[in-house]
């Protein structure tokens, strides 16, 4: 007699202290049961192993029951497991006995063993919401049946003998799990597709051999918060596994609890048993405690008869299965450098103008989304490699992401001092983020356009650049001129001084000016000071820069006036600083509208002159022609008031 209870086992239950496909790594690594695919969480290394035995009434039987390695490589995962505890043995004693020598009594038994030896899982991620992978099993048969030989000679002579008969199988199975989103899961498995038997016709066997029904196993997995996950498997025989897992930090580690029951067809009760297991998880390894308590009556005999008729077709979980105690152990090893911070997009918000160098120390060029892969805080620290630009990986400020979460990241720009190419570059810009010093987490690469060193983004206030980029010229040339007029400049008084300055160089950097429009048709253009003075020649904007340079350079403050009511012809011209205060203005002549007021930073008023450098004649017409536009565009038609005119100071 033997013990038997007419049921169709649960596939997907195994020797694991969690039944659902979640971040933790005993769902990665001796998982084969309820995850064919072989879905996993692994970054590198890990190594498993389960000790344990199965709860009898009167002892316990402990064996090692699997030792389990994967490894990760690319989007690629690798398991192997080796199972010497994943048997099941039965000794049937006939009621037949044998009688050897002096009365010895020996009775005929039949053993049958079923064993899993090796298996073997493989997995391959698709995308980030997509994985697929299969597994194999190679398990073995044995069927050992004493009988006893009948030799007839002078004397009747019995001898015992063992039949045995041995077979093996390979069971392969294929699934897959898509991540319809971070918290929800959705994982399709087969359960016996391909099942390859050796000596598959031997009637005399048929009937005791394991039941490979084909089958369909189903699951889904859902993080209700942060702590807990819910998970339900369910097969096509109407098994099923519900289960719960709830983890809690406790500093170094998260321990918890995970809790699952399952029911197969006919056995009864409706819950056929529960796994209950405590873990405890930290970042090297993590352990778990198993009790496996079936709630049915193990001890119950049944006719040899049904067991022939009804068979097994699991190992691990079948009508003969005993409660067990299970210690299970994951051993985590990541020899690589894991990535910490991955990019979801990056853009490019401003055109790249070398001219305006400053300007990319304090307003970024590039803006990208990025994505915390960690479950701590880090300090996400971006740069930036541009070819045949800078020879160097240029770093911009770090930005702390918190746990999974997103967060913006500027990039900034250092113009090279030497750089000075006069034709614009379209060329490539490796994108890089890194959690670290020594390891590049992720990269992107996008086209990039640097602009000419004559490239101007039309805004007058970024002007400001040209004039200061040039001063060491424009010192030396002012000084040049000024030195022509010492007898001039001595006779001067002081508080004229600077008006006098700005007059004779204006009248003697005019002398061989021209007015020319921008040479480029497609792109605003500047010049720079001593490009004018060698050209002989520029537009408004030039002709500005270049009189503003030459002025900023010997301590004359200026400003530029932009005038943007002529629509979309814009003109500039420029405003310098007499340091006259508005008693002494008598000494610029008696016409006041040629002068105006503007406050100092100590809050004191003081006279700017507007002077029109297209005015390419003297001086006088220079301020003649800019006063009277400032009087009607700036004052009379209340385009300082309305935004139509604006003065940008160059410091």
């Not at 969690?18 to 879905?39: A, C, Q, T």
């Not at 016996?192 to 196993?217: F, G, P, S, W």
């Not at 049944?302 to 105690?325: P, V």
């Not at 800019?626 to 009607?632: I, L, V």
């Amino acid at each position: 007699m033997i013990s038997l209870s007419e049921i169709y086992s649960q596939s997907a239950l195994g020797l694991n202290p969690v039944n659902s496909i979640s971040e933790l790594s005993f769902s990665s690594i001796n998982s084969i049961e309820f995850n064919p695919s072989n879905y996993n969480t692994i970054k590198d290394w890990v190594f498993s192993f389960t000790f344990g035995g199965e709860v009898l009434s009167d002892n316990f039987n402990s064996s090692l029951y699997q030792v389990s390695a994967g490894k990760k490589f690319n989007g690629h995962y690798l398991q192997l497991r080796y199972s010497p505890g994943f048997q099941k043995e039965f000794v049937i004693k006939s009621e037949q006995q044998v009688i050897y020598g002096n009365d010895n009594k020996s009775t005929l038994e039949t053993r049958y063993f079923y064993k899993e030896l090796f298996s073997a899982g493989y997995s391959y991620k698709l995308n980030e919401k997509i994985s697929t992978g299969l597994n194999i099993k190679y398990l073995k048969e044995e069927f050992y049946k004493d009988i006893v030989t009948t030799i007839f000679s002078d004397t009747v002579y019995f001898i015992p003998e063992t039949e045995q008969n041995i077979f093996s199988n390979w069971k392969i199975d294929f699934g897959f799990v898509w991540n319809l989103t971070r918290d929800i899961n959705l994982n399709i498995c087969s359960v016996n597709l391909l099942n390859i038997r050796e000596n598959a016709d031997l009637n005399e066997y048929q009937n005791l051999r394991l039941k490979h029904n084909k089958e369909l196993l189903v699951g889904v997995n859902y993080n209700l918060a942060d702590q807990f996950n819910f998970n339900l498997s369910y097969e096509t025989n109407s098994s099923f596994i519900l289960g719960l897992n709830t983890l809690h930090n406790f500093g170094p580690f998260n321990a918890g609890l995970s809790v699952s029951g399952f029911h197969d067809k006919i056995q009864k009760p409706f819950f056929a048993g529960i796994n209950l297991s405590g873990l405890i998880i930290t970042k090297y390894f993590d352990i778990a405690l198993t009790w496996l308590k079936y709630f049915s009556d193990r001890t119950a005999s049944y006719n040899l008869n049904e067991f022939t008729e009804q068979g097994i077709s699991n190992i691990i979980n079948n009508q003969f299965s005993n409660d067990k105690i299970l210690l299970n152990a994951v051993f985590k090893i990541n020899t690589l450098n894991e990535q910490k911070v991955k990019f979801l997009d990056i853009e490019i918000i401003k055109s790249i103008y070398p001219a305006l160098s400053d300007l990319y120390l304090d307003e970024p060029f590039a803006k990208a989304r990025v994505i915390n892969l960690t479950d701590t805080k880090i300090e996400v620290k971006p740069s930036i490699r541009i070819n045949n630009f800078s020879n160097e990986v240029l770093s911009s400020s770090p930005v702390v992401v918190n746990a999974f979460d997103t967060a913006d990241v500027n990039y900034y720009l250092i113009i090279p001092e030497n750089y000075r190419s006069t034709n614009p570059d379209l060329t490539y810009a490796d994108f890089l983020i890194s959690a670290s010093n020594d390891f590049i987490d992720d990269e992107i690469q996008k086209p990039l356009l640097i602009n000419s060193i004559n490239a101007w983004d039309g805004k007058v206030i970024n002007l400001r650049y040209f004039i200061k980029n040039d001063l060491d010229f424009s010192v030396k040339y002012s000084k040049n001129i000024l030195s022509g007029y010492k007898t001039l400049l001595d006779s001067t008084i002081s508080s004229l001084l600077t008006f006098r300055k700005a007059e004779i160089i204006f009248n003697s950097f005019v002398k061989n000016l021209t007015y020319i429009a921008d040479p480029r048709a497609t792109e605003e253009y500047v010049q720079y000071p001593q490009q004018t003075l060698e050209l002989k020649g520029g537009d408004c904007d030039d002709l500005s820069v270049c009189y503003s340079s030459l002025l900023e350079s010997i301590g004359i403050e200026t400003a530029l006036i932009d005038y943007k009511s002529d629509g979309s012809i814009r003109h500039v011209s420029v405003l310098l600083n007499t340091k006259l205060s508005p008693g002494q203005g008598y000494l610029l002549g008696a016409n006041d509208t040629k002068y105006f007021l503007r406050k100092n930073a100590k809050g004191d008023d003081e006279i700017w002159i507007p002077v029109e450098t297209t005015s390419l004649t003297d001086f006088d017409d220079a301020w003649s022609i800019a006063s009277a536009k400032f009087n009607k565009d700036a004052i009379n038609n209340f385009g300082l008031i309305t935004g139509k005119v604006e003065i940008i100071d160059i410091y």
